[in-house]
């Protein structure tokens, strides 16, 4: 957790209260957006993923164990809104979904494969069905 001298904004904003200023973050080799704090636990800087730290100050089902899942898939995107809680498993599946786009008719047709999988349609269905080249 953060200690007293640090706030987080839903937005994905960390403030030093002692100094009002907004902490700089950087991005990680995987596109995730990180800062350098200091942790009451640790007492020494620790990088830390800065949706991890909004998921915990934000999130209800909020857990170390889960993966954290950037809804739109953009990965430095910290809005609250745009993360969920998941499990390992889930967040796989997503993976999947979005990899899925790019296989419609050679085009990314992003609403139909939404619209097949808001339909009830698993990811796996999806996925036979863009092999089969069916034209939607």
């Known amino acids: 957790s953060l200690i007293s001298y640090y706030e987080i904004s839903d937005d994905g904003q960390i403030r ?19 800062i350098c704090i200091s942790l009451e636990t ?11 730290l909004v998921a915990e100050t934000f999130l209800e089902n909020y857990s170390p164990d889960l993966e954290i899942h950037h809804i739109n898939g953009i990965r430095h995107d910290n809005r609250v809104i745009n993360l969920k809680c998941v499990t390992k498993q889930e967040n796989n599946s997503n993976r999947t979904f979005k990899k899925a786009v790019s296989y419609v008719n050679g085009k990314q047709n992003i609403k139909v494969i939404i619209d ?21």
């Open 42 to 52: 640790k007492g020494k800087k620790q990088r830390c993923k800065v949706h991890r």
């Open 116 to 136: 097949l999988y808001n339909s009830g349609k698993t990811v796996e269905e999806i996925f036979i069905l863009l092999r089969k080249n069916v034209t939607f």
């Open 16 to 34: 030093n209260t002692k100094k009002q200023t907004i902490l700089k973050t950087s991005l990680n080799h995987g596109g995730y957006e990180c």
